[in-house]
């Protein structure tokens, strides 16, 4: 993969999600692939942030550009003060740990004020676009050029 990646030159237009499930099976192999990946200029997700394991050791020790909020936060942070405040600390070890954030399940504008007010990086769900085939996906540059 990595040599296809640079026989492409593709490299910083490739990111992989992992889960925290997928990457506590086995830490040091984990950390071993993802540190490969990233040198070679693939960015790393980790997907379903604070649903699984969540250990924060382990977090600081991941070579990981970007932490996804998982949406079953983003759903119930309005409502829930306490949920509201895990979602803040995710954002805001993210940002110490050197990592960016995504939100995921964003479907209002509320959760976006909430979200961009918080520090959250990036956003994404059906507030945005549903999910896309790829085939539409390949013309997507060009419906946005006419």
């Known amino acids: 993969m990595i040599d296809t990646v640079k026989n492409n030159n593709i490299e910083n237009l490739i990111n992989i999600e992992i889960t925290e499930r997928m ?38 020790k991941l070579p990981v550009d970007f932490v996804k909020i998982d949406l079953s936060f983003v759903k119930r942070m309005l409502e829930d003060n306490k949920v509201l405040s895990v979602v803040k600390t995710i954002v805001y070890l993210a940002k110490e740990l050197g990592m960016k954030t995504i939100a995921e399940g964003v479907e209002n504008e509320k959760q976006i004020e909430m979200l961009k007010g918080i520090g959250c990086d990036y956003l994404q769900g059906f507030y945005f676009s549903k999910p896309i085939p790829k085939e539409k996906i390949l013309t997507l540059d060009r419906i946005n050029q006419t």
């Open 23 to 60: 990457v506590m099976n086995n830490i040091d192999i984990a950390i071993t692939i993802l540190k490969r990946l990233k040198d070679n200029g693939i960015g790393i997700s980790i997907d379903d942030f604070g649903t699984g394991y969540s250990s924060l050791s382990y977090l600081a």
